[in-house]
């Protein structure tokens, strides 16, 4: 595999359920991030993730909860959805999280939220 | 403000057609980066290019062309003779060298009709 993967691609969730999607990079990279992309909204940050440690933390709620185990790996776990966080969720990595490079992007997650 | 503008939220062309995305940027930065990503239907992000904020000089590979100019703050992309493979959302960022300091804009939305 390479570049960065995300499973699941799609997923329909209700709001007392608990899920987690996956990313994985395969390309040496030393950041992750997480974003959020809706309807006609441009791209949010979410999270942050330099060498393994959570640099960043937009204001996010706390029914989203990123774990990043090691450097190629990056979850988003969720738990007590709102409707209104139904939206494609993008993992992204680079080098470093210097913002001096640029970032690849997965396929995202589409998530619906009933 | 918007760090980011992109004032067209969607542009139609008909194939062969020149045309020219427009981005707007905003930073007090001396030192910043200047990204363009295309994502297709399909949803995944894709890098085109990165430019840094000494280097003014154009830039163009294959059909695509990129106009950076300081002293209007601007960073406008041009695809000539368009083609149907071209259509989809394209986004422009700036990076004022900070992990959380990585805006979008809104995005541009090409249809190219054959």
């Known amino acids: 595999e390479t570049g960065v993967t995300q499973t699941p691609r799609h997923l329909v969730m209700g709001m007392t359920n608990k899920k987690s999607l996956k990313c994985e990079q395969h390309l040496g990279h030393n950041a992750m991030y997480w974003y959020k992309q809706s309807a006609k909204k441009p791209l949010e940050l979410m999270f942050v993730y330099s060498l393994e440690e959570r640099v960043e933390n937009n204001s996010v709620p706390s029914r989203f909860s990123p774990e990043c185990p090691n450097s190629s790996h990056l979850f988003l776990h969720l738990h007590t959805l709102q409707p209104e966080d139904s939206a494609l969720y993008l993992c992204?990595?680079?080098?470093?999280?210097?913002?001096?490079?640029?970032?690849?992007f997965g396929p995202g997650t589409r998530l619906t939220v009933l | 403000a918007q760090k980011v503008t992109q004032a067209q939220t969607e542009i139609s062309v008909v194939e062969k057609e020149d045309v020219t995305l427009d981005c707007v940027y905003e930073t007090r930065d001396t030192t910043y980066y200047l990204f363009w990503y295309k994502q297709p239907p399909s949803g995944e992000l894709v890098f085109l290019i990165r430019r840094n904020s000494f280097d003014e000089q154009n830039e163009i590979s294959g059909r695509y062309s990129w106009n950076f100019q300081k002293s209007t703050s601007s960073f406008n992309f041009t695809i000539t003779a368009s083609q149907v493979v071209d259509s989809a959302v394209y986004f422009c960022?700036?990076?004022?060298?900070?992990?959380?300091?990585?805006?979008f804009g809104s995005g541009t939305k090409l249809n190219v009709k054959p």
């Open positions: 992204a990595s680079s080098q470093d999280g210097t913002g001096f490079y640029e970032q690849f």
């Open positions: 960022a700036l990076s004022e060298l900070n992990f959380n300091k990585f805006y």
